[in-house]
């Protein structure tokens, strides 16, 4: 089992930034890939970006250039840093985590809010 705790959302303004937070615990081994994914109300959730076991990262064209991935490994943390943020990035972020080798098996956190003022 994987433990995910997200933290760091909030109320901002448009333009602001904010830093989410990951800490992933427990059975960590071979975990293939760290993603944010976000929904809003009345939408699917869809992938934000994701860091895979090797560094590589990849981001919804969204988000590009606004939005950083990046990873902790002797903290077991991911970060998510989000700049000039917009009204329509408002929505539950929620960390997931990817296990295995030919079956693959998801990890969720619970989520944190983000919410951008125009």
């Known amino acids: 089992q994987v433990q995910l705790v997200e933290s760091g959302g909030g109320l901002v303004q448009a333009g602001g930034s904010l830093r989410l937070s990951c800490a992933a615990s427990g059975s960590t081994f071979r975990i293939n890939a760290i993603g944010w994914y976000r929904q809003a109300p009345g939408n699917q959730r869809e992938l934000v970006a994701y860091?895979?076991?090797?560094?590589?990262?990849n981001y919804a064209d969204s988000v590009k250039g606004r939005f950083t991935i990046s990873r902790d490994i002797a903290k077991n943390t991911v970060y998510l840093q989000m700049n000039s943020l917009k009204p329509e990035d408002t929505a539950v972020y929620y960390c997931?985590?990817?296990?295995?080798?030919?079956?693959?098996?998801?990890?969720w956190g619970q989520g944190t809010q983000v919410t951008v003022s125009s």
């Open positions: 860091i895979n076991n090797g560094g590589s990262t």
């Open positions: 997931n985590a990817r296990k295995g080798v030919s079956v693959y098996v998801d990890y």
